[in-house]
C-alpha cells in the first residue's frame, strides 16, 4: 500500500479554538477525536499556528522514539518551557548539544546516586509525615508537593535551609503553579509587560538573581557538598569532563531550574493522583498497606506507574520534523510535530483491560507491552530522572502507608497546572489512624 501524502484527518476549527482547548483542560476531548478520526489525527496549536499530529499505536510511537534525534526535535516540541527553562536547558537542545546535556546529568541519575539520595527523600517525607494527624484531611497535592521540593532543594542544593533558599522556595513554587494561559503567553514576549505576565516575569528574574548568586558562592567557597551543583560545577575539570570546559553560570542556572520544575513538579503530582486512587479504592489501599509493612517495593511502585497511567502528567511529547519522514502508513512534511499521545496511549483498550480501573497488578511481572506506557517519552529524551522519581514514590507511599487509611470521598477533577494535570481540587484525603495502629493503644 503507498503511503498517504496528506495528514491524517482532524477538527476544522480555528487554531485559537484549538488551542485554547487544548490548553484549559479540555484536552481530554481528545479520545472523542480518536472516536472520531481514528487513533491518529491532526491539530493545530498557536503559536504558528503548528501543525501537530498525534500517534497512540505503539509501532508508530516506536518509530518516533527511535527517529533520528537530528530529524526529530525534542527542543522543537518543548518551545514552551523555554522562558522559564532557558535557551541552555537540555531540554531546549537537540543534536549534540543535547548529548554533551545528557552526558554530564546523567551520573546523577545511575542507580548508585539514586540508592545514595534515597535517604535524604526517607527523611524528608519522614518529616513532613509526622505533622499529619488522623482525623484532618490534607491536600494530597499540596503535601506531596511541600515533599519534592524540599527533596529537589536538598538534592540540587545540598541544604534545605538558609536565607537564600528560604527566599527561592517560594518562588519557585510560583514559578511552577501557573495557569495554561499564562504558559501560552510566554511565547509573545510583548505580552511580557503586561499583566499577569509581568508579576511572573519579576518572579522570574528573583529566581535567576537567587540561583546566580548561590553559583557565585559555591564558586567562590566550599565544594565538598555532595549535590548537583557541585557535580555541574565540577564538569569540566579533574578530568570529569567537558571538552568545552567548566560550565558557564547560564547553563549552570537553565539545569538547575530545570531539574528543579522538572523534578518537583511532575513527582508532586503522580503521587498525589496514587494516593487519590489509593483512597478511592479500599481494595488497592489494603494490598499496597500491606505492602509497605512487608516492604514489597515492587508492588508499590506498581501501585505510582498504574496512577501515572491513569492520569498522565502530560498528555503527549512532541518531536519536530526537520525533514519528511514516513510515520504509520503517513508521508509527513518538514515543520510538522509528531506527537506521541500518552493519555491515549495508556487509555487504549487493546494494551490494557478496562482501562478507567485502577489496578496496580497490570505492572507486576512482565508488565505493559513495550511502547504502551510511555510516562518518561522514549529515545534518546527519555526522562533522566526516571528511575529517581519511582524511588521517590515507593519512599513516600511506604511511610504514607505504613501509617494511615486514607479515604477520598469525590473523585478528583483534572486541571492542567502549566504543562502537568493536576488533581484539580488538589485531591483532598481524610487521614485515619490504621487500624493496626489503632489497636495497639
Not at 498517504?4 to 476544522?12: E, Y
Not at 504558559?183 to 499583566?195: D, E, K, N, Q, S
Not at 508532586?268 to 512487608?294: G, K, N, V, Y
Not at 519536530?320 to 493519555?343: C, E, F, H, K, N
Request: net charge negative.
Amino acid at each position: 500500500m503507498s503511503p498517504k501524502s496528506h495528514l491524517p484527518p482532524g477538527p476544522k476549527s480555528p487554531a485559537l479554538l484549538q488551542t485554547l482547548r487544548s490548553y484549559t483542560g479540555e484536552q481530554r476531548g481528545f479520545p472523542a477525536l480518536v472516536q472520531r478520526y481514528g487513533p491518529t489525527f491532526t491539530i493545530r496549536l498557536l503559536p504558528g499556528p503548528q501543525t501537530y499530529v498525534l500517534f497512540s499505536e505503539p509501532d508508530d510511537i516506536k518509530a518516533i522514539f527511535a527517529g533520528d534525534a537530528a530529524e526529530f526535535s525534542g527542543a522543537g516540541g518543548n518551545e514552551v518551557l523555554r522562558a522559564a527553562m532557558g535557551d541552555r536547558s537540555v531540554m531546549l537542545n537537540d543534536g549534540a548539544e543535547h548529548r554533551r546535556m545528557r552526558g554530564y546529568l546523567r551520573p546523577a541519575f545511575s542507580p548508585g546516586a539514586v540508592a545514595a539520595y534515597r535517604p535524604v527523600v526517607e527523611e524528608l517525607t519522614h518529616a513532613e509525615v509526622e505533622r499529619w494527624v488522623p482525623g484532618q484531611t490534607v491536600s494530597s497535592l499540596e503535601r506531596m508537593a511541600a515533599i519534592t521540593l524540599e527533596v529537589m532543594l536538598r538534592l540540587v542544593f545540598g541544604v534545605s535551609e538558609g536565607e537564600r533558599l528560604e527566599q527561592l522556595r517560594p518562588r519557585v513554587l510560583r514559578l511552577a503553579e501557573v495557569g495554561p494561559v499564562v504558559v501560552v503567553g510566554w511565547l509573545y514576549p510583548t505580552l511580557r509587560a503586561l499583566p499577569p505576565w509581568r508579576g511572573h516575569a519579576a518572579n522570574l528574574r528573583e529566581v535567576d538573581a537567587l540561583i546566580h548568586a548561590e553559583i557565585d558562592a559555591r564558586r567562590a567557597g566550599d565544594r565538598d557538598k555532595d549535590d548537583l551543583l557541585t557535580r555541574l560545577l565540577t564538569v569540566g575539570s579533574d578530568g570529569l569532563g567537558d571538552e568545552q570546559g567548566p560550565l558557564p553560570a547560564q547553563e549552570l542556572r537553565d539545569q538547575l531550574v530545570t531539574l528543579l520544575l522538572a523534578g518537583y513538579e511532575t513527582s508532586a503530582s503522580a503521587l498525589s493522583w496514587t494516593l487519590h486512587e489509593l483512597a478511592r479504592d479500599p481494595r488497592a489501599l489494603a494490598a499496597a498497606q500491606h505492602a509497605a509493612d512487608e516492604g514489597d517495593e515492587a508492588y508499590l511502585e506498581a501501585c505510582v506507574k498504574e496512577a501515572m497511567r491513569l492520569h498522565p502528567i502530560i498528555d503527549f511529547v512532541a518531536r519536530t520534523l526537520r525533514s519528511p519522514q514516513q510515520i504509520g502508513g503517513w508521508d509527513l512534511p518538514a515543520g510538522v510535530t509528531v506527537a506521541p499521545a500518552i493519555m491515549l496511549a495508556h487509555h487504549r483498550e487493546a494494551a490494557f483491560a478496562e482501562p478507567e480501573q485502577y489496578r496496580p497488578e497490570r505492572f507486576l511481572g512482565d508488565g505493559p507491552a513495550a511502547h504502551t506506557w510511555i510516562p518518561f517519552g522514549g529515545g534518546v529524551r527519555r526522562c533522566v530522572g526516571a528511575s529517581f522519581a519511582l524511588m521517590e514514590g515507593v519512599v513516600v507511599l511506604r511511610e504514607v502507608l505504613r501509617r494511615f487509611d486514607l479515604v477520598a470521598d469525590e473523585s478528583s477533577p483534572t486541571r492542567l497546572r502549566n504543562i502537568t494535570n493536576v488533581p484539580g481540587d488538589g485531591a483532598p484525603l481524610r487521614l485515619l489512624a490504621r487500624a493496626s495502629v489503632r489497636g495497639t493503644g
